[in-house]
């Protein structure tokens, strides 16, 4: 049990240091980021089990230059592999 306790707390710790050092480059690259197009759609439930498709304009998104989600925006490599989001209406 020792052993297990000592892994999760590593672990934890490796996980907060991860973070902290991506919060600390990106502050010091100057909150580095781009825009990305993402493609949104609505989704609409219809009767019968069946969903509605609404495509809408495509939106640019700001998004940061790093590992983790810092500045209250998302990473940029996140962004451009999830181009496209479903908004649930209903």
């Known amino acids: 049990m020792k052993i297990a306790k000592k892994i999760l ?3 934890i ?10 919060d600390l480059i990106a502050r010091l690259r100057g909150r580095p980021g781009a ?10 439930p219809q009767k ?3 969903i509605e498709y609404d495509p809408q304009d495509p939106v ?5 230059s790093a590992l983790f989600p810092h500045f209250g925006s998302q990473p940029c490599w996140y ?3 999830h181009a496209v989001q479903l908004v649930d209406i209903g």
Do not use: W
């Open 9 to 11: 707390l590593s672990l």
């Open 13 to 22: 710790v490796f996980a907060a240091v991860a973070y902290a050092g991506d």
């Open 35 to 44: 825009e990305v197009k993402v493609n949104r759609f609505l989704v609409i």
């Open 48 to 50: 019968f089990n069946k």
């Open 60 to 64: 640019m998104v700001h998004c940061v």
């Open 79 to 81: 962004l451009r592999r």
